[in-house]
């Protein structure tokens, strides 16, 4: 029982330590591809558009914008294209960095 309370715990402090370092931004959510935790996630919202994303593949290089087949969206916890059935709006957060060009 001690084991299942500490794992819940665990998945709250991990949750709440996410949504405290998430804040509201109106750019389209492009992220910089400035750090490595970028990079490592690779995909990151389009936040004006639920059909596409951006893309990460390197370090200090720009992200790369794509986009779902024409039956799905981007899930921004899922960090993948889903059929619209399983999508559902997220609050958007600024990504760590931002690039050095205005972004689209």
């Known amino acids: 029982m001690k084991a299942i309370t500490l794992i819940l715990l665990a998945a709250v402090v991990a949750g709440a330590s996410a949504a ?3 804040v509201r931004d109106n750019g389209s959510g492009q992220p910089g591809c400035k750090n490595l935790e970028e990079v490592t996630q690779g995909v990151w919202r389009h936040n004006h558009d639920p059909t596409a994303y951006w893309e990460c593949s390197k370090l200090n290089q720009p992200a ?3 986009r779902c087949t024409s039956d799905s ?7 993948e294209c ?3 059935d399983d999508w ?3 609050p958007t957060c600024a990504p760590l960095t931002r690039p050095d ?3 689209a």
Request: proline share 5%; hydrophobic share 50%; aromatic share 14%.
């Open 88 to 90: 559902e709006w997220q």
């Open 73 to 79: 969206a981007f899930h921004p916890t899922l960090l």
């Open 101 to 103: 060009v205005v972004d």
């Open 82 to 84: 889903v059929s619209w």
């Open 64 to 66: 790369t914008l794509n």
């Open 20 to 22: 405290a370092r998430c």
